[in-house]
């Protein structure tokens, strides 16, 4: 079945760096990437997602890369907040339809 | 408002005793699935299904239970439960369709079992 790492499990930066989490996979069928933002005490709710026919999507400070010959897709936090600090997870999906998720990455943004 | 709901949020029970946590959705989705979540393990998948009547294991499924009777409707059992089945669960549910395969999260359910 598909494999997901994700990296690093855990990211500190200063308020206003920048903040890169990557993930790669293994089913090169995969052709959904999304990731998911999940806040202290929340559920995970998504956050940006990419599909396989595109190799950038922004949204203000967010952004997510994807390299489908790597197998690998980034997401990427500009101009970080406080309020960016929470668990980030990926995800791939492909024929199956079933998610396959990255194990997580804690980003704690100090002030 | 779209959402999916799970009951109850809280649980502390006895080593043993049988319980559900209910989960039902509200957007007409093929897929549900369970999902324990464990610091440091990320979202570790139980249970999921396609359709209604139609389940199948995920990576952890000893020791639970699920059931797809109706669309909207996706029930996690645990017959006799044990203290490694302490965790934070998460049912979800999505669209089927090449694309189309955002999860929608419930607002979890804290087990504690003694």
Known sequence: GENVEQHPSTLSVQEGDSAVIKCTYSDSASNYFPWYKQELGKRPQLIIDIRSNVGEKKDQRIAVTLNKTAKHFSLHITETQPEDSAVYFCATSGGSYIPTFGRGTSLIVHP | ?114
């Open chain 2, 1 to 114: 408002e779209a959402q999916v709901t799970q009951n109850p949020r809280y649980l502390i029970t006895v080593t043993g005793k049988k319980l559900t946590v209910t989960c039902s959705q509200n957007m007409n989705h093929e897929y549900m699935s369970w999902y324990r979540q464990d610091p440091g393990l990320g979202l570790r998948q139980i249970y999921y299904s396609m359709n209604v009547e139609v389940t199948d294991k995920g990576d952890v499924p000893e020791g639970y239970k699920v059931s797809r009777k109706e669309k909207r409707n996706f029930p996690l059992i645990l017959e006799s439960p044990s203290p490694n089945q302490t965790s934070l669960y998460f049912c979800a549910s999505s669209r089927l369709g090449q694309g189309e395969n955002e999860q929608y999260f419930g607002p979890g359910t804290r087990l504690t079992v003694t």
